[in-house]
């Protein structure tokens, strides 16, 4: 019931009856309890109403049946007032839930808390003296504090609320959260004391975290480590995490990061021996890396290097994963979700289950990098998509108040470097990293919130930063003041020692040993490091990057297969009504099997897709309106006309053995490849394809692809089959919509890094599916797709050429005979659809001796294959690349070297496309026409 309808009723006898709830709650009719506890809330914002009240019936509680002589009171307050101060103990309640925050002691550096008026007891109506505050029964406020009145129970409500932890979570709209999280605060409930053993293993691990850093420091003098110090309960939050994850069920747990503490993490918590880190400070992979190797990956410095461990829990074993990143903040953090979401993924049957306990995700962003980047709104953004949820990923804002030199005034908008987690309803739980105590305790929080609701949860880790941004800066030249209190701060782990020696649970010298057994390890391990070097080293080299011609990917699918598979994935269930037009179309596909042919091409990546699942291939296919089609040409997803319920036929198929998963992505680029890169990653043998709505939207994403994509196996031997499905073509729709910027992935393809392909068929569309899921090589694919192609008669292929044949490098002119091969002068070589608009020239017929042939794959140049092209003409004296992009872009520049070197001195190689360009495409469809009339043209020599 709305507090408005109070009106509406008999106002005295609510009043009445709210007098007896006060009095004791249980006499009430549970109905009217209801009413008075789910208003307690709305009560407090409506104290004019309760006032109201008041003053309709100033006497009504004066005496009588249900006055409240039951509130202990010692001097009791005349009724009406006791009504008023409720409402306004109800509202100093709220206002600790809400803004308690802002009275927390959160800063390690003893920065003022700015405090709010309304956690004030005096500046309330009625002033809430004690007196007052004495008569108000605790239960009325519905307060999970221990305490019987109000009195006794504010202190306690301070000291939840304002103290070392606080709590931002009355913004979620989820009132079964919200209800939950304050009783698990209020209640303290993970936050009880730490037994004698849990005390002096957290002692030990801050010792351990901070020998680590000091000898480093000492060790290497200068050199970068990105110290944790100022942070370093970071790393027993993260063992208390995976503890827990591991109670929940989890055997896998994914970790990103950036720089800061990573060493730490990388040692501590993934478990990486102290010599393979010592070794890196110590230059030797760089040694062998840089070597005379020249095929060797690039390597990367140590704090963007991944690496896995096994960590032992009470529950049984994690693996961990720490995920490989670049410089660029938090480009991991999709990433890491897709890894998350695959390991969470059973991929060994056909029914596409995933269980969000088996896997944890756990995303440790900087202060200044969580409000700065937009991917962090991507990622967060994911979280509860059925085809992108983790359940729930652990946040942990690693907030040493300063970003490089920038103070947060200048970072950001908000008043907290979390902020932007409230709009996606996420809980954020602020700590005081000096209390280690407290800090494990938001974990524990926040890990039991995960496992009950399965949802995102923000830890903002409020510490400071020792050091300057990197071991040669120096901090004071840009935050004085704040480095001269840094200097003087005493570390966590000695604040912590000095507790536990206060509390009798260690004495001063054991806290000591424990510093100095944790430099000892460090430097047994350095000392037996330095043994080995000299003797030839004990280290293995350099990865090297494989490569070599390509091997044959058998892609045909014998005869009766695919007719048979291309029923089912007609099929619907009884009764299920396909839009009647769309029903048209798809029943068209019966017919494309026949003599005639005609499959095209969202058919052909039906069956190439139904093929790899009945042959134990997972796929995973995402994208804007993927399901449908931006082009609505695929419609894998139907929707019945009348009930709008769904049915995916191809997730239907009797035979798969592996599952098929579709989904519309969200409107974003970043996060979703991220996420798609992320879950090629975790799982190599899954076909995964991520598809842009227009190719020129991948730009959106260009971090992923030059960070990731392309770059992962040089620089961390991470390989990927992900498929990058690119809307690309000429077709009059202006410089936006009609290209996927194929210069760019040109230009970053080098050691066999990446497939670059353009096929102008449906067929080595099916071919180049299957070859990329089959290869025995991972790579990731760029695969530029048609959008009038798609549906273009001359573009479909007959059952035999999917049912035989391969992927073609490059097709040959299909036009001429070998006689007229030998003949031809002129040889046209294009890419993609650009062809047809050559050969579907008006002046095509009455040309002679030009043949117009395609190259489908453009990286890695498919050299032998071009060389067997070249000796069927031998009289050309001309050849063309011919492309629509303008000369600065598309494949020309980047392939350019590679038609010359196979083209006879005398034979000239020229261009015609485009001229130089600074946008695309022309912005004028008639334009568009014209262009695309004179590269045909000069193509075949008709002017
Ligand atoms: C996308 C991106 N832009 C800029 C940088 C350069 N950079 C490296 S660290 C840093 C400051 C990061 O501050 P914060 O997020 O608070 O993390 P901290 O270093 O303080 O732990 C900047 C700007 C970067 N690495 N990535």
Request: aromatic share 6%.
């Amino acid at each position: 019931m709305e507090p408005e309808q109070f009106d509406d009723l008999n106002a005295g006898f609510v009043q009445e009856l709210f007098a007896q709830y006060l009095a004791s709650p249980e006499a009430v009719d549970p109905e009217w309890r209801a009413l008075f506890e789910s208003g307690s809330a709305t009560l407090v914002e409506s104290q004019p109403l309760v006032r109201r009240l008041l003053e309709l019936y100033p006497h009504a509680l004066d005496g009588g049946n249900g006055a409240p002589a039951a509130a202990p009171a010692p001097a009791a307050a005349p009724p009406g007032e006791l009504l008023g101060a409720v409402a306004a103990g109800m509202s100093l309640v709220k206002a600790h839930r809400t803004h308690g925050h802002l009275a927390a002691r959160l800063d390690p550096l003893g920065s003022e808390p700015i405090g709010d008026p309304a956690l004030d007891p005096d500046r309330l109506e009625p002033r809430l003296t004690p007196e007052l505050q004495q008569q108000i029964p605790a239960r009325v406020l519905r307060l999970h504090v221990p305490g019987e009145t109000l009195a006794d129970a504010l202190p306690q409500l301070r000291e939840t609320y304002c103290g070392t932890i606080a709590y931002e979570i009355e913004h979620i709209s989820s009132h079964e959260q919200r209800v939950w999280l304050r009783n698990a605060i209020e209640s303290n409930r993970y936050r009880q004391p730490l037994s004698r053993e849990e005390q002096v293993t957290l002692l030990t691990r801050l010792s351990e975290v901070e020998g680590f850093e000091r000898y480093l420091r000492r060790a290497f003098l200068g050199q970068k480590q990105f110290s944790i110090e100022g942070l370093d309960v970071m790393v027993p939050m993260l063992d208390e995490a995976f503890e827990l994850a591991a109670a929940d069920g989890a055997r896998e747990v994914v970790l990103g990061m950036a720089h800061r503490g990573r060493l730490n993490v990388l040692a501590h918590v993934v478990g990486r021996p102290y010599d393979t880190i010592l070794r890196e400070f110590e230059g030797e992979r760089v040694l062998e890396a840089v070597g005379s190797d020249p095929e060797g990956g690039t390597g990367d410095v140590k704090y963007h290097h991944g690496a896995g461990g096994v960590r032992k829990t009470s529950s049984g074993d994690v693996q961990v994963t720490l995920t490989s990143n670049p410089s660029h903040l938090e480009y991991v953090d999709p990433v890491v979700e897709g890894q998350t979401r695959a390991l969470q993924t059973d991929h060994e049957s056909a029914a596409d289950t995933h269980d969000p306990s088996s896997a944890l995700a756990v995303l440790i962003h900087g202060d200044a990098a969580f409000p700065g980047q937009g991917i962090v709104a991507e990622t967060l953004n994911l979280q509860a998509l059925v085809g992108y949820t983790t359940g729930g990923t652990l946040h942990v804002i690693a907030n040493n108040q300063v970003g490089f030199t920038t103070d947060p005034e200048e970072g950001r908008s908000t008043r907290y470097s979390s902020d932007i987690a409230k709009g996606y309803d996420t809980p954020i739980v602020h700590v005081n990293a000096d209390d280690a105590e407290a800090a494990v305790a938001a974990i524990r929080l926040a890990m039991a919130f995960r496992a009950r609701f399965r949802h995102d949860v923000v830890v903002d880790l409020v510490g400071y930063r020792r050091f300057g941004h990197n071991e040669g800066d120096e901090p004071s030249y840009t935050q004085p003041l704040m480095y001269r209190t840094i200097e003087s701060h005493p570390s966590v782990r000695e604040q912590y020692a000095r507790r536990l020696v206060e509390r009798g649970v260690v004495a001063e010298e054991e806290t000591e040993e424990l510093v100095a057994s944790s430099q000892a390890a460090m430097r047994e391990a350095h000392d037996a490091l330095k043994a080995t070097f000299g003797s030839g080293g004990s280290a293995g080299r350099e990865r090297r990057i494989g490569r070599g011609a390509d091997t044959q990917v058998e892609t045909a699918v014998e005869g009766e297969r695919l007719p048979a598979l291309n029923e089912e994935l007609l099929a619907v269930p009884e009764g299920f009504k396909v839009h009647p037009k769309l029903l048209k179309t798809l029943e068209r596909r019966r017919e494309t099997l026949g003599e005639e042919g005609g499959i095209d091409w969202a058919q052909a990546e039906g069956l190439a897709f139904a093929s790899l699942l009945t042959d134990g291939t997972p796929i995973r296919l995402t994208g804007q309106d993927t399901e449908r089609g931006t082009f609505s040409h695929r419609h894998l997803v139907l929707h019945d006309h009348e009930s709008g319920e769904t049915w995916t036929p191809i997730e239907h198929l009797r035979e798969a053995v592996a599952p098929f998963q579709v989904y519309n992505s969200p409107l974003s680029e970043m996060a979703a490849l991220g996420f798609e890169y992320g879950y090629s990653v975790s799982c190599p043998r899954a076909l995964v394809l991520w598809e842009a709505q227009f190719g020129d939207f991948v730009n959106s994403a260009q971090v992923i692809v030059d960070q990731f994509i392309v770059s992962g196996l040089s620089k961390w031997g991470q390989s990927s089959r992900l498929t990058l499905l690119l809307p690309h073509g000429y077709e009059g729709n202006g410089p936006e919509h009609s290209s996927a910027r194929l210069e760019r992935f040109m230009q970053l393809a080098a050691q066999e890094n990446i497939r670059v392909v353009n096929c102008s068929t449906a067929a080595q569309y099916f071919h180049v599916l299957r070859r990329q899921a089959l290869h025995a090589k991972a790579r990731p694919l760029v695969l530029l797709t048609p959008k009038g192609l798609l549906r273009l008669q001359g573009a479909t292929s007959r059952l035999d050429e999917l049912a035989g044949g391969s992927f073609q490098p490059i097709i040959d002119d299909p036009t001429l005979d070998e006689e007229a091969k030998r003949q031809a002068d002129r040889l046209v070589l294009c890419s993609g659809k650009v062809y047809y608009d050559i050969v579907g020239h008006e002046a095509f017929k009455d040309v002679e001796g030009v043949a117009v042939a395609r190259l489908e794959q453009l990286y890695p140049f498919p050299v032998g294959v071009y060389d067997e092209l070249l000796s069927r003409y031998p009289s050309v004296s001309e050849v063309i690349w011919a492309q629509e992009e303008p000369q600065n872009m598309g494949a020309w520049r980047a392939t350019r070297h590679r038609l010359e070197e196979g083209l006879p001195a005398e034979v000239e190689l020229r261009y015609v496309g485009r001229p130089w360009r600074a946008s695309p495409s022309e912005g004028y469809p008639t334009a568009h026409a014209l262009e695309q009339d004179r590269i045909a043209r000069e193509c075949l020599g008709a002017y």
